[in-house]
């Protein structure tokens, strides 16, 4: 049922029945690294390229929430997702090795809830029996498309982040558990006028709190009705922005509030900022996230994934950072 332009509730609440989550060393050593199912040894997984290893995770990754999940690859009607790299080639040539219908999305960082949002719809829809939805980033990958090449070791200024090497896959039935998707809210893209590509938390912030006050007002909800709300990635300073939005808003975030960009890495790694990169909330959603949900620690949680929606090229040539975030209502039923 769409509530408005913005805003679907989900009157069949498409159940989460398998979900898989893998990182990189670094981010094995940080605050969760007890939920993550696998923690690889070496981000270039014996591939001759970054991008190549990104590929390797992504495909370790859907196929791990399929096998959680009981089922085979012909089980999964469809695949959704994304990633950083242009042309969403990560995800596309994972889908080519599936051979499985594929909906290829970008919505930068907030790709997880995006393809999340989507899948669940295709679901309480009965368009499809099962989906899978799933993306990743990688440091090395993303930091020599949008930044500059990791040979020169170019310094990085203080609100900068640290592009997760990592990524998450959540498998989407009708039936299956009682854990639920039961409202989705799709962002408007948000432009706060930030050129400095190192202060993606400042140019996403805006988009966050558009679409938290959307979703709170078309699910007739408050803060304190979610035992968590999560934004996708946008790191401390980032956070702070949104917080003193809201509370010109009147709405006040309060503990249950954090940022996966936040909860993924140890204050004492040198990220500045935090975590970014699709694979941030896609790693953080389908390991701490969902079993906290799956043991009864959250009852109801709303993920706001971010997203810069910059390039190489309109950066270069001095454009703005528009934002997007979208958020999604998880509950155990």
Known sequence: MAINKQTIILKNKPRIIGHFSMVGPMEGKGPLKDYFDYIVKDDLMKQASYEKSERTMLEHIIFGAIDKAGYKIDDIEAMLGGDLLNQIVTSSFTARKFKITFIG???????????????????????FKNVVAGTCSHFSSAERQYRFPLELGNQRPPTSQWTVTGGGATVLSETGSNIAITAVTFGKVVDFGIKDVNNMGGAMAPAACDTILAHLKNTKTNVDDYDLIATGD?????????????????I???QNYSDCGCLIFDKTERVFMGGSGSGCSASVLNSYILKKLEAGNFKKVMLVATGALMSTTTSQQGETIPGIAHAITIERL
């Not at 809830?113 to 309480?124: F, K, N, R, Y």
């Open 105 to 127: 999305l970008y919505s930068a960082c907030a790709t997880m809830a995006e393809s999340l949002a989507l899948g669940a719809i295709l679901v309480d829809n009965k368009v």
């Open 234 to 250: 946008l790191g401390k300073l980032g956070s702070e922005i949104l917080v003193d939005l809201l509370e010109r808003e009147n």
């Open 252 to 254: 006040i975030l309060g």
